[in-house]
């Protein structure tokens, strides 16, 4: 059963910085591209950024430059840095997985629909 668990989520003024944390366990962690999504309230799902199991990231336009995905096979673990956090940022953020097959790291995977856990609450205000 594949399990997500997101942390580091909380409050921070416009300009600051928080890192968010994902630990997976269920599938084969290293052989999966990680997304990260975040939900507005009363907004549809957005998505961040993908790790490739390469290494090779990728972000949405409105955070390139100001966050940065990572993960951690031994661990199982992937993260993202979020800085110069913006009121727009103000969000659930979720991860999930994806086989690499499926091809998008440029797009919310299916995945999000059936496997995205309670996702970490981030909210940007002064």
Not at 43 to 54: F, L, M, N, R
Not at 80 to 86: H, I, P
Not at 99 to 122: C, K, M, N
Request: hydrophobic share 30%; charged share 15%; aromatic share 12%.
């Amino acid at each position: 059963e594949v399990q997500l668990v997101e942390s580091g989520g909380g409050l921070v003024q416009p300009g600051g910085s928080l890192r968010l944390s994902c630990a997976a366990s269920g599938f084969t962690f290293s052989s999966h591209w990680m997304y990260w999504v975040r939900q507005g309230l009363g907004k549809g799902p957005e998505w961040v950024s993908t790790i490739q199991t390469s290494g090779g990231s990728n972000y949405a336009y409105p955070v390139k430059g100001r966050f940065t995905i990572s993960r951690d096979n031994d661990k199982n673990m992937v993260y993202l840095q979020m800085n110069s956090l913006k009121p727009e940022g103000t969000a659930v953020y979720y991860c999930v997985g994806n086989v690499p097959s499926w091809g998008y790291w440029d797009r919310i995977p299916p995945t999000f629909l059936t496997e995205r856990a309670q996702g970490t609450q981030v909210t940007v205000s002064s």
